[in-house]
């Protein structure tokens, strides 16, 4: 019994030391603004978040719009069918593989956060990001430039809220 249950611990720390040491390469499929796959591999990118996909955010006009699915077609844009590389940093809850990934020299979690689309998660990226998150917010770009609910919206949406009631907070901040 001993036998099989150090094989078995064997078996499971050579596919995590497998999902840390190899980088993920390849064409990706945006899934959501912070998920790709790659190769059947779905990855979250490390140290940003997403408005989610069903969020909606008012623009400079006051409308709202998708944030969240515009988050994932800008991301889309941007890749535009390059390959990307990922280097594998941790595992999620969900078991995704969490990743930084460039598109040629460009950090993807940079450029969404930069423009605007995404914001940096200090609790994960020890503020990697947080002067790309400054320039976008000083510059009015992406959600910085209408109101937003930011990470209130999961919670709003847990308690059984509606994504439209759940969405709309005019001055509203993460």
């Known amino acids: 019994m001993m036998r099989q ?14 999902a840390f040491s190899a980088d993920v390469i390849g064409q990706a499929t945006v899934i959501d603004g912070d998920t790709l796959e790659i190769h ?3 990855i979250r990118l490390w140290g940003i978040d997403a408005p989610e996909t069903s969020q909606l955010c008012r623009g400079e006009n006051s409308l709202q719009y ?4 515009k988050s994932a077609n800008n991301l889309d844009a941007f890749i535009a069918q390059r390959p990307v590389s990922c280097q ?17 020299e460009v950090d993807l979690g940079d450029w969404l956060v930069r423009n605007g689309f ?5 609790q994960y990226s020890k503020g990697r990001y947080g002067d790309a998150q400054r320039h976008a917010e000083h510059a009015a770009r992406g959600i910085w430039a209408g109101s937003y609910v930011g990470w209130l919206y999961r919670a709003c949406i847990r308690a059984g809220s509606k994504p439209d009631k759940c969405s ?5 901040r993460p």
């Open 118 to 122: 995404e914001l940096d998660w200090p």
């Open 66 to 69: 998708w944030c969240g699915a």
């Open 40 to 42: 059947g591999t779905r």
């Open 5 to 18: 249950i150090a094989i078995a611990a064997l078996f499971f720390l050579a596919m995590i030391g497998t």
């Open 88 to 104: 594998s940093r941790d595992l999620d809850r969900y078991g995704r593989t969490v990743a930084t990934c460039l598109v040629g």
């Open 168 to 172: 709309d907070n005019a001055g509203g």
